[in-house]
């Protein structure tokens, strides 16, 4: 893609995202822009395109990884495998380190494991396989044995900052739940460290999914001893690794934030933006061979361990990343209980309605 071109639709796509949150929030139903309750909602909106137009298009431009013919022998085995079978049990954590640190006000521990999720063959054989140092940061009060929410994070974050966007103080000390929040791979404090992830490689995607799937199933299993309960939770593209650990642990309760269909689908979704130069690599991450390969990280296809009555869904009404469909999908195969943000995937998580059911559904492991 020539320097101008892209500079065109990096300047188009910045100027309609007033537009096209406008567009939005007006469609189908009474939209009020004179209330306080429909500027918030627009601000919401738009505060989502402005983010996926940052992430699409300051990044450098797509190109294809691979051919549909180069994913064949993974999607075989892998829709083969299934969920069950592509996800082996995890190792044991073998503690590398456990450091004290802080972030303001709060303290926390830093964990850091050596882990081998143990992928299948064909993925192994393109390289995604082997030992990557895992990490995670815990907020516990004490040595006493205490419910624990295990809380995978979103795109763009990975970093100790997410304390505060998971509210782990006051889940902690208000609610006496201790708060776990591993990385994922590629991500946050991991971002400079293999593996890459997420990617536009497919393949890569599915192999990142596993690994961080492995990673946390490891986590829960080492925190068990030390619970009194366990609750796993997942925001956009920590939701299919909460649904997935949901499903292969027992675990006591199970909560997804903007939950989408997958990371290879929602890539897609966005891509577009680039234009007709990237309309390969759209093609191949919606290719039937892609969701053959995904069959191996499809949440939506399994149930969680943790009973209907405390399953919870979380989902925007006016999401532009996730978009809305993924928790009407899920809360069909769930069950549970669906609350509805009224504004948009980024705006949940401020939203004091959000917070009120999410702590709701956290008191059940107290009562």
Known sequence: MKTSERLWRIGSDFAGVLPRAHSAVADGQAWNPLSVRGLRQLGEVALDELALTGMTLTAPPPRLERSEASCAAAAAELAGLGVTGANADPDPVDIGSLRRRRLGRHRYEQLTFDHDPHLPDTLSAEGFGGAATAVAHLCRTDSKRRPWLVWVHGAGQGQPIDLLFSR???????????????????????????????????????????????????????????????????????????????????????????????????????????????????????????????????????????????????????????????????????????????????????????????????RSLTG
């Open 168 to 362: 782990a103080r006051r889940i902690q000390d208000e609610l006496g739940v201790n708060v776990a929040l591993p990385v994922q791979p590629g991500c946050g404090v991991r971002a400079s460290a293999w593996p890459e992830y997420p990617t536009m490689d497919p393949l890569a995607n599915v192999a990142g999914m596993l690994r961080v799937v492995s990673e946390v199933r490891a986590l829960v299993r080492w925190l068990r001893p030390q619970a009194t309960a366990i609750a796993v939770a997942g925001v956009s593209m920590g939701s299919p690794v909460a649904g997935l650990v949901s499903h292969l642990e027992p675990v006591d309760a199970v909560a997804v934030y903007t939950p989408i269909f997958g990371l290879n689908a929602m890539i897609a979704a966005h891509l577009g933006r680039w234009g007709p130069s990237v309309d390969d690599t759209v093609a191949l991450l919606r290719s039937e061979v892609v969701e053959q390969v995904s069959a191996a990280v499809d949440y939506q296809a399994v149930e969680p361990s943790a009973s209907p009555d405390r399953r919870l869904i979380v989902g925007a009404w006016h999401d532009r990343m996730a978009m809305r469909e993924p928790a009407q999908v899920l809360h069909a195969r769930w069950g549970g209980e669906l609350y509805w943000h009224q504004g948009s995937h980024v705006g949940h998580l401020f939203a004091p309605g959000v917070h009120t059911a999410s702590e709701k559904f956290l």
